[in-house]
């Protein structure tokens, strides 16, 4: 089992910055990949950036050059840094982590966060 805790979401003026933090906690030495995802209103969630174990990245088109995720593995902490922030990122953004063995996909209870134009 894996529990995952965000925080770092707010409302920020559009072109402003926010960093997005995911405290990790249980079976950490099990987690294959950690990710976030972010769901609008009346959208499905999306992928907006995921890090493997090897530290390789993969982002959204919609947030490359702008967003950065990156992990502290002596934290447990995955942060996503968020910089020239646009309405349309307005979201819940979600902390997700996958288990190498299982496969089972964790999830925390997501933050909001918010762009005004």
């Known amino acids: 089992q894996v529990q995952l805790v965000e925080s770092g979401g707010g409302l920020v003026q559009a072109g402003g910055s926010l960093r997005l933090s995911c405290a990790a906690s249980?079976?950490?030495?099990?987690?294959?990949?950690m990710g976030w995802y972010r769901q609008a209103p009346g959208k499905q969630r999306e992928l907006v950036a995921v890090?493997?174990?090897?530290?390789?990245?993969n982002y959204a088109d919609s947030v490359k050059g702008r967003f950065t995720i990156s992990r502290d593995n002596v934290k447990n902490t995955l942060y996503l840094q968020m910089n020239s922030l646009k309405p349309e990122d307005t979201a819940v953004y979600y902390c997700?982590?996958?288990?190498?063995?299982?496969?089972?996909?964790?999830w925390g209870q997501g933050t909001q966060v918010t762009v005004s134009s």
């Open positions: 249980g079976s950490i030495s099990s987690i294959k990949a």
């Open positions: 890090i493997t174990s090897g530290s390789n990245t």
């Open positions: 997700n982590a996958v288990d190498r063995w299982s496969g089972d996909s964790y």
